[in-house]
Structure formats: C-alpha cells, structure tokens
C-alpha cells in the first residue's frame, strides 16, 4: 500500500461508481445493504481512511498534533511533551495531549479519538507495544493510510513505523557497567510498574560483559515509579544485605531507594550505590545527587518534530519510504549517589 | 441569554426563512453578501454556536472533555487533571489535555480548538485570569452560550462562571499564621512565575491579624516554580540575615530553598523555617520532610465532575441557574520543615 486509498480504488476494486461508493460510505439510504457491506469490507480492507479525515488531511488542515502518553505523571514523557508543543507552537500548531493510562484499550481507543478529531499528526509513547497486538495493528493501518504517526519508544520491536527513541538498552548497558567497574558485583535492578524489556536486556549484558552472573531474586518491581515505592522497593531488596548497588528504572524509585537507605543509617554511595534514569530536577537537588542515566530531550524533539513535519508535508508519498528509526544516544550523569568508593570505604 | 440561541432566533429576529439563515452561515452562494453579513453579525452579537457543535452537543455527543492547564509541568494540577481524567474515563469520557503555556493568546486559542474539536465541556486552571480581558470575554460567551465550562480557580474575581477551586487566600493565611504562632516575625514569601494576588492577600492579612508589618522587601518572585529557582530565592532572601521563615507558592520552590540552607549549614527548622504549597510526594520524601498546604484532590475532583455531570444533562437550562461556585478549604500538613522551635532552638 504506497499511497493514499481513494474512493476510486474501492469503486475500482469492486467494479462500481465512485458516487456508489461515496453514498455507501455515508451509510446512505440509496443504496442496498447487500452493496454498502461489500463497499465498507474493501474500504477496510485497503485501510481507507474515511472521507471527512482525508479532507482534512489534503485539503485543510487542522495544525493540531495529538500526543498520547501512558500518564501525565511520568516527569520525563511530559518534559518531552512539552519541548516538543513549543515546538509545534513555534511552527503554528498545537497540542492535544490524551492519555492512555498505561491500559491497551484506552491506547487504541485515544488514537481512535484524535483521528476523528481530525489531527494532522500524531506522536506516542506506546505502553509496552511488543506485547499489544491491537495497538500494533492500529498503528500499522494508520501508517499505511499515510497518517503522520511517529513513535517516540520502540528499540527492539520490528513494528514499521517511524520512531524516535533512547536507547534503553544501551541505558541500562551503561549504567550497570558503571556499577561494575566501581567493583559492585551484587548488583539490584528496580522497575515501576512493569519490567521494561529493553532495560532489563541491557542489564543483563552488562553483568555478563563483566563476568557476573545475573540472579533473578536481584530484580524488584513494584506497583509504580513513585518515591514510595522505590522506598518500598529498597526495603525489600537491601534487607538480607548483599546487595550493594541498585539500579533503579526511574530517579524517583532511585530517591525513594535514598530515602529509606538513609532511614537505616546506610550511607550512599559508601554502603549502597544508586543509579536512576532520566534526570529528573529533584535528582539534582536531592540530599545526595543522584546519578543517572538520561537523553538530550533537546535532540529527541528537534529530530522528532522534523521527522513529523516531514511527513507531514511529503504525505502523499511517505509510505514509499521505509520507516525511519532514529536512536538517541543515552549519557550517564555522574553525581554523588554512586561514587567512586567501594563498600568498604577505601577509594577504588 | 436563557436558552440555546437556534437558527429560528436569528430568522426571527431578521424576518428572513430559517433557510436564509442556515444557507447564510454556511458561506453558500446562493444568499447575497448583505444578507449572509447581518445573519453573521445577529449571530455573533446572540452568542449563536455553530450548527456542527450545537449539533454534536444535542444530538451526538462526542464523549470527550477538554481540560486547559497553564502547563504540564504543575504537578498539583496533573495530578487533578488525572484524578479528573479517571473519573470521565468511569463515566464513558475521555480526556484531551491542551496547554496554554501561561499566555493570554493560546489560552483563548486552546479554548477555540476544543470547541471546533466539538468536546461535550471543558475544564479550565486560567491563567492570571483576573487581568485577562480575552479570556474573561471567551468564557463569558461560552457559558452565555450554554456550554459547559467549569474553571478550577476563582477566588476573587467575579466572572460569571462555574467554578470549583482550592481557597488560595485562606492556604496563605493559614501557613502565614502557623508561622507567626511559633514565634517568627520575619516571613518571607517566594513566588514562581508571578506573584498570586490570592495568595499574597492571604500573606498580607495574617501578617496583619498577628500585630506585624508588610515588608515588601520580603517578597521575592522568580522564574517559575522549579527547585532552582527556589534555591536561588532562598540565596536572596536569607543572605543579609533576618528572615527566619519562608513561605513557598509552591513545594518544589520551597524544596530547592531547604537545599540551599542545607549547603549553608543553616539547620531546618531552627534556623529557618519552610512552607511550600501543594504536599507533592517529593515533599513527604524530602531529607526534612516539608509542612505544607494543600487541599483534597479527590474532593475537588468529585466535585468538579459532578458539577460537569450536571452542566451537560441540564444543557438546555443551565445558564437560567447562576454560576455556582465551590471553595475547596486548604488544609495545613505539619512536618518538620517548620517544627516547634524558634531561632534560638528553644521549644516554644
């Protein structure tokens, strides 16, 4: 599918008139049941986008951008959003945000809402795609009706779709590596929500980069990525006292982890090592600043938003282009919260 | 203006067929300049709403409210949009979110969008509303035009509109009292972004109730509400020595502060006493946990929805009723950041 279905390419297909076609797509009285049903199969079939969305997509368009997020509470996805609305504003468009509340329905069912809302285009930070058939089939049907949909997620799935994203393998790589070479060897790992695959991959390459084994009973995850339950988290896995570092899956189950280390009288970095992701403000001021792992938010969403206005204006022809993948690079940040000492105190 | 104005009002009105004017306000051809301009102008001058979204508000609703916030970076006000969000999501609605980014321009223009998205209501955090002619006007005719708006502020300024909204003057005046009733008499106050008139007034008049005077060299308004800026405010106010108290509009100003007095050495609460606003989970888990003001998210949420509820099933008669508006009282959370001890150290 290379282009754009018209009208004309159902009528075609099914040997009538385009004006049949036209008045079984408005559901018109003028028209047999039997010819109406065989007109919308085709029209599914070839991904035709109905007639009001098209119009608004060649001929005028809205100049508003829809952005689905799994939450409006993840600090990281909504500094993301909004350096990319300035974006938009600078460029004449706006912002539509929706949320899908980390639920695969609500995920399918908001771009459902934004297109009949007539959006010229659309970014999304999927919910843990690889694993939610109907959000892949929705979003492959969008593309190849030529709808501008970028993804800003998406290192080890082979959807085709246009995507922006860090790294969160090479992420998770860098950071217990870090951890490593400081001479951690039980290293914990710490999720929100759900165990992010990509994250966890990374996380387990690094162990056995350097020698080390991974053990299951090192990985927590807790109900969200809330300090409370990074506090929560930590008093599960530093309980029976092996462990001597914790990669968290965010900065505020990595300060809640701070937190209660610092209840126990453990001192950070001496006795634990702490690592987040995403360098949230309140690691930098935090107690003991937090390391971290992190994106150039800056370059996700000058490449993000080029890459929707792109297609955005080639988007007759975009789907003869094969889907473009932008990776960002991830950079640890050095901070406190993981020093340079080992548990014993002396410097490595 | 009492009920819905209809196509037959503005026939009515100019003695003209009801086609006249329908043909009229869709631009068609077949009426003369002349005529189309004074439907047009009879239409503005009786708040007539566009056939298509009077249309979807009466007989196809499109299950999808719109709420404006001056920017997604507000965790208190995320955190009601999502307590707001869940609650539409029950109800069978969905949620679009645009920003207004605190400028007077894209609010009214984020309000133009939602309702040329045809969104059943909108919920609204205005921005410095009391100063903002455009956007009192905007409102006004929406509401004149029974459209169910509903703004989440509102203290003192008499706008005809619903309004559910935390009693910022009295949250002001409570944390300023707590303060005095320890003993302080030097009280700053830090403000990010603008100063809150609501607030300030609540400040001023509990200096005021406790025997002490305004100082205006006290206050301090940043940039915005972040922990740099606020350890940046605190760097102003404290470094000549006789402030022993702050108030923060906001927790993460008032966190950045508590982390500059840290880095001075300066204890907390005995040498200076905090107050932020809002009790974000960042403020429970702080290295001195933060007293704070805040008000019942869940009851403002509840009450707000009802409201909205209530507004869409009583379309046709609401604006007979006058704006209802509902206080929300601010309660005051005791931690440590402000304890029972004056300068000296002393218990009081």
């Known amino acids: 599918m290379n282009r754009r279905v018209r009208q004309q390419d159902i009528a075609r ?5 385009i004006n049949t076609v036209s008045l079984a797509l408005k559901d018109s009285g003028r028209i047999n049941e039997d010819t109406k049903l065989k007109v919308q199969e085709v029209a599914k079939a070839l991904n035709y986008i109905p007639n009001s969305i098209a119009r608004s997509l060649v001929q005028k368009r809205t100049f508003v951008i829809g952005f689905i997020l799994p939450s409006i509470t993840n600090p990281i996805q909504i500094e993301t959003a909004q350096n990319i609305e300035r974006k938009l504003l600078a460029n004449g468009y706006n912002m539509m945000l929706m949320t899908s509340d980390y639920d695969k329905n609500y995920e399918t069912k908001a771009l459902d809402i ?3 809302r007539q959006v010229d285009g659309i970014f999304m ?5 690889q694993n939610q058939k109907k959000s892949q089939e929705k979003i492959k049907a969008i593309r190849d009706a030529n709808y501008p949909i970028i993804l800003l997620s998406g290192g080890n799935f082979n959807l085709p779709s246009d995507s922006v994203y860090m790294n969160q393998y090479l992420g998770a790589y860098k950071a217990t590596r870090h951890l490593t070479s400081m001479g951690h060897k039980e290293i914990a790992i710490i999720y929100g929500g759900a165990r992010n695959t990509e994250k966890h991959q990374g ?7 350097s020698g080390l084994e991974y053990n299951p009973n090192q990985v ?3 109900g969200n990525s809330s300090y409370e339950q990074g506090y929560r988290a930590a008093s599960k896995i530093l309980r029976n006292g092996s462990v001597t570092a914790i990669l968290a899956s965010g900065d505020y189950l990595a300060l809640g982890a701070l937190r209660w280390c610092r209840e126990q009288g453990l001192r950070v970095p001496e006795d634990v090592a702490i690592i987040g ?3 949230l403000e309140a690691s930098r001021f935090a107690e003991i600043p937090l390391t971290t792992i992190t994106y150039k938010v800056e370059e996700l969403t000058t490449r993000a938003t080029e890459l929707l206005f792109s297609l955005i204006s080639d988007q007759e022809t975009s789907t003869w282009l094969k889907p473009r993948k932008v ?6 940040v050095v901070r406190q919260s993981c020093g340079f000492k080992k548990r014993s105190g002396e410097l490595l």
């Open 114 to 116: 934004l297109l009949s």
């Open 125 to 129: 930070f999927p919910t843990d795609i």
């Open 13 to 17: 297909k099914l040997g009538v008139s």
């Open 203 to 209: 996380y387990i390459a690094a162990l056995k980069d």
């Open 220 to 222: 927590a995850t807790v």
């Open 277 to 279: 992701f995403d360098d």
């Open 327 to 332: 990776e960002i690079e991830p950079t640890l």
